[in-house]
């Protein structure tokens, strides 16, 4: 697996200046700038370390990693192992340079391996890495969390999106004393048994199994519907008057690749579960402060019941949370019956990082600055693959993006399934070979970070029109 590629040189420069150009944000201190040093020189990309080290794992661990999409299956070739991650990139274990824009699935807003971060852990680390008892880092960041998202009154912080999305499930039942649930077919609340669920042949189709080892017990009382389909949803609570405890979604989908809600959409959501006295649950595990700092529900305007959260609350280490109206939270054990326990949730060292990402998120120009960059990229690559003579379509919101090989528009997951996905698989592994990591899968969304520059976004649209004119 050997193509000449032009590599740019792993060093890394640190250079201080009074005459430094402007900051690239805000964020970045002036007279201050992290940069690569210039030495280039033509090399063969190779996976070989990667090859072998990943032939290892997979005697080691069911498939060679520890979460499906890693192991490259929907987009063939060779996994990539990777060494570390520094700002807007990261290295293999071969020493391949890669621009990311896939950010640790999400949780790299403000790049990778941040000083300040960094620092911030080094200092809590020496006080230990976790109590399994109530330290004052956690009453900082629910203030910060509490502040920052319109609906949330109180908040219960677990260890990752699956695990905040189990407990709302189980919260939302307990408050409304009804057990059926509506979800968007291709909206992923992580790998809990009820959530994993195909959509039936009618909207109103009872869930089966997505997975073996998953009884249909389970899944019964799941419904699903197609994203975007208003119609479908009134059919649903119609014929299930009075049982439905919840609607759960991603306000924007990411787990489809990128599909953002048509105008009305959510507010329509809203007003049915109001009208039935169910609840609204918005899943911004992906969306919470990056869409804004308030996430998605901030971004439309709109009052969901309750929410959970996930990767950018933790800077990059294990976390998740739930919250919601006071009256609703009460219910959470010991406060209420409902019960949910965890032994490390709340553990200092991710509620330090989750701080002092949040206090760089909320500086002005943040999001402003994601926002020109990301539509920047998504119209560079639009206008490439075009150029190209290439059926695509994509778009944007903030610092969270997508692209589908298909005319298009994508409204929902079947419309996702139109992509050529063979042909997203060729792009891929070009984009590998020309330093470009995306997520490997045309079902993922992509996001940016304050850490990438405009130079990254031009190395990324020259990439993408190389490899678009070679497929």
């Known amino acids: 697996m050997a193509a000449s590629i032009t590599r740019i040189g792993l060093g890394l420069g640190l250079s201080c200046s009074s005459n430094l150009s402007k900051p690239l944000h805000p964020s970045q201190p002036s007279g201050f ?28 661990m069911p498939g060679g990693v520890n979460s499906p999409v890693r192991a490259f299956k929907s987009v063939g070739g060779q996994p990539i192992v990777i060494d570390s991650v520094k700002g807007s990139h990261m290295w293999d274990i071969d020493g391949n340079r890669y621009i990311d824009y896939v950010g640790s699935w999400g949780p790299a807003i403000i790049g990778h391996a941040d000083d300040e971060v960094l620092a911030a852990l080094a200092k809590t680390m ?42 709302v499930l189980r919260l939302a039942r307990a408050f409304t004393g009804r057990e059926k649930i509506v979800k968007f077919e291709g909206c992923y609340h ?14 109103a189709t009872l869930g089966l199994p997505d997975s073996p080892g998953v009884p249909k017990a389970a899944t019964y009382e799941t419904l699903t519907a197609p994203y975007n389909d208003i119609s479908a949803v009134e059919s ?43 609840l609204l649950i ?59 326990a965890g032994t490390l949730s709340g553990n200092p060292l991710a509620m330090t990082a989750g701080i002092h990402t949040l206090k760089r998120l909320k500086e002005p120009g943040t999001y402003e600055y994601l926002d020109k960059i990301t539509g920047e990229l998504v119209q560079g690559i639009l206008d490439a693959g075009k150029k190209a003579g290439h059926a695509i379509c994509g778009g944007h919101i903030r610092g969270m993006f997508g692209f589908f090989f298909t005319e298009g528009p994508v409204h929902n997951f079947d419309d996702a399934k139109k992509s050529d996905t063979a042909k997203f698989a060729r792009f891929y592994r070009g984009m590998l070979e020309e330093g470009v990591y995306l997520a490997p899968s045309q079902f993922e969304a992509g996001f940016t970070s304050l850490a990438h520059s405009s130079e990254d976004i031009q190395k990324m649209i020259a990439a993408a029109e190389k490899v678009l004119s070679k497929i």
Request: glycine share 12%.
């Open 126 to 167: 020496k006080k230990g890495t976790s109590f399994g008892a109530p330290c004052l880092l956690e009453n900082v960041l629910a203030e910060m969390v509490i502040s920052a998202v319109p609906t949330i009154e109180m908040v219960r912080f677990v260890n990752s999106g699956t695990e905040a999305c189990m407990a």
């Open 282 to 340: 918005f899943d911004e595990v992906m969306t919470g402060f990056r869409l804004s700092y308030g996430g998605a529900q901030e971004y439309f305007g709109m009052t969901p019941d309750l929410t959970t959260l996930g990767k950018i609350i933790g800077g990059g280490l294990p976390v998740g949370a739930y919250g919601g109206r006071r009256e609703i939270m009460e219910m959470v054990a010991p406060a209420g019956p409902m019960y949910q």
């Open 236 to 278: 649903l609570f119609n014929s299930n008057k009075g049982e439905l405890a919840a609607v759960i979604l991603e306000p924007v989908v990411g787990n489809s690749g990128f599909i953002p809600p048509k105008p009305d959409f959510l507010e329509a959501i809203r007003r049915l579960t109001k009208e039935n006295g169910a």
């Open 33 to 60: 700038r992290l940069k690569m040093t210039a030495s280039v020189e033509k090399k063969n990309y190779t996976l070989q370390k990667s090859e072998e080290a990943f032939n290892a794992a997979k005697n080691l």
């Open 190 to 203: 992580g790998h809990a048994d009820p959530f994993l669920v195909k959509a039936g042949s009618g909207v």
